[in-house]
């Protein structure tokens, strides 16, 4: 089981999803879990849906939806529905028997999903699962990434490792720097980098597997990758 989160949102944790779930459906069988949806209505396509569409019929489960774009306990408290519950989230978690379980987070780490303060760290360390942090490699980035290392680090939850997002098709100086920085800061090598635009680039799972690191199932260097970027 391995839980999906980002430094925030837009930083491509659907697309990175379904990277995973696209090369895991080559090697057995993929359930992707999200346990809140916002921002889309009841017979909208979610996150999910994207996920389906990118890597394939892998199994989906979405525990609770609401319309508002905002955090899943604020969403619920508007518009007076019953927020997620982590006992029903757990029993669906631990009795389903696919060979990989990825469960999609909604925006950052500690986003709530109810009025007592459930985050996505609080579902992955009762599960004993590991994180992969979906980072951008923007200006900013580092940041972001300190602090969402530091919040699983302090709740003792153990990190996968850090994935970008949507690595632009010409990088800046900053983007270009952060690599090192990045891998710095999550104190191992970056274990993969999305291109920008790779929703739309055919066919998915061959932009999947040159992705991600062969950790994750691609066959991605992050050594060549930074040979090739980092200005230093």
């Known amino acids: 089981m391995l839980f999906v989160t980002g430094t925030g949102t837009d930083v491509g944790k659907t697309v990175v999803t379904a990277a995973l779930a696209a090369l895991g459906a080559q090697r057995g ?7 809140g949806q916002t921002g889309v209505g009841p017979s909208e396509p979610g996150d999910l849906a994207e996920v389906v569409r990118l890597a394939g019929p892998v199994a989906t489960h979405e525990l609770v939806r609401y319309p508002p774009a905002l955090s899943p306990a604020a969403a619920a408290r508007l518009v007076g529905a019953a927020p997620l519950d982590p006992a029903r989230l757990y029993d669906l978690l631990l009795g389903l028997r696919e060979d990989l379980v990825l469960v999609e987070g909604a925006g950052g780490l500690l986003v709530r999903y109810d009025e007592d303060g459930l ?17 951008g490699p923007q200006l900013g ?43 710095m800061l999550a104190a191992r090598p970056l274990l993969g980098a999305l291109p920008a635009g790779a929703p739309s680039m055919t066919p998915f799972a061959d932009v999947a597997r040159a992705s991600l690191a062969p950790q994750l199932g691609g066959t991605w260097d992050a050594r060549a990758f930074r040979d090739r970027w980092d200005p230093t």
């Not at 069988?29 to 346990?35: C, Q």
């Open 29 to 35: 069988s993929v359930a992707v879990v999200k346990p």
């Open 119 to 135: 985050t996505l760290a609080d579902m992955a360390r009762a599960l004993r699962a590991r994180v992969l942090v979906v980072v």
């Open 141 to 183: 980035t580092l940041n972001s990434t300190a602090l969402t290392l530091e919040a699983l680090a302090h709740r003792g939850v153990e990190l996968e490792g850090l994935v970008i997002g949507a690595w632009p098709a010409s990088p800046g100086l900053a983007e270009r720097s952060n690599l090192r920085d990045l891998e």
